[in-house]
T-cell receptor, first 112, second 115 residues
Framework: KNQVEQSPQSLIILEGKNCTLQ??????????LRWYKQDTGRGPVSLTI?????NTKSNGRYTATLDADTKQSSLHITASQLSDSASYIC???????????FGKGTTLSVSS | DAGITQSPRHKVTETGTPVTLRCHQT?????MYWYRQDPGHGLRLIHY???????DKGEVSDGYSVSRSKTEDFLLTLESATSSQTSVYFC??????????????FGQGTRLTVV
């Protein structure tokens, strides 16, 4: 069964600190992996998309990595800010035309 | 926001009544999706559309129907609402849907409560 598992479920860090969120997937065949940020009460917003051949992709203070062999991805947030408090969702896409498979998300709380 | 508008944003309805949620896009994209989001679950696909009058079921389609009579509008209908359909509903579009590595954009969501 195609699944996307994220860890930890929730995380609390101090402002200015770094953190790493994990995503493991069993989706096959694999097309791409996305990380989304979802603020409370809003729709998800894309941070990165990575295909099979990409190992790392950055978007400002967000850096995503992908190991297609082990089917693992991570999202690293550098120098966290209060505005980073949100749910971070890992999404995997299978072959062309199929729907996106969502993880349950990691809830990040950044405190001052 | 990629030109996606969901309406209504909030709705409270009674069990057994029909409810229609609307997703409107301004960018003429082929693929449109309806998801629901519940605590403890990731977003789950209800139905999707790959063109006018072309729709297909997702993993949680029971109790829902959809229609797409024109490119810009994708309607989700709960024929007879039940309490288990209380959820937040998100519409999404995918740009250039024929290519798998294209971006997907989400609407702001509709919070539906069935009492």
């Amino acid at each position: 069964k195609n699944q996307v598992e994220q860890s930890p479920q929730s995380l609390i860090i101090l402002e200015g600190k770094n953190c790493t969120l994990q995503c493991n997937y069993t989706v096959s065949p694999f097309s791409n992996l996305r990380w989304y940020k979802q603020d409370t009460g809003r729709g998800p917003v894309s941070l990165t998309i990575m295909t099979f051949s990409e190992n790392t992709k950055s978007n400002g203070r967000y850096t995503a990595t992908l190991d297609a062999d082990t089917k693992q991805s991570s999202l690293h947030i550098t120098a966290s800010q209060l505005s980073d408090s949100a749910s971070y969702i890992c999404v995997v896409s299978g072959q062309a035309g199929t729907a996106l498979i969502f993880g349950k998300g990691t809830t990040l709380s950044v405190s001052s | 926001d990629a030109g996606i508008t969901q309406s209504p944003r909030h709705k409270v309805t009674e069990t057994g009544t029909p409810v229609t949620l609307r997703c409107h896009q301004t960018e003429n994209h082929r693929y449109m999706y309806w998801y629901r989001q519940d605590p403890g679950h990731g977003l789950r696909l209800i139905h999707y559309s790959y063109g006018v009058k072309d729709t297909d079921k997702g993993e949680v389609s029971d109790g829902y129907s959809v229609s797409r009579s024109k490119t810009e509008d994708f309607l989700l209908t709960l024929e007879s609402a039940t309490s288990s359909q209380t959820s937040v509903y998100f519409c999404a579009i995918r740009r250039d849907g024929e290519r798998e590595n294209t971006e997907a954009f989400f609407g702001q969501g509709t919070r539906l409560t069935v009492v």
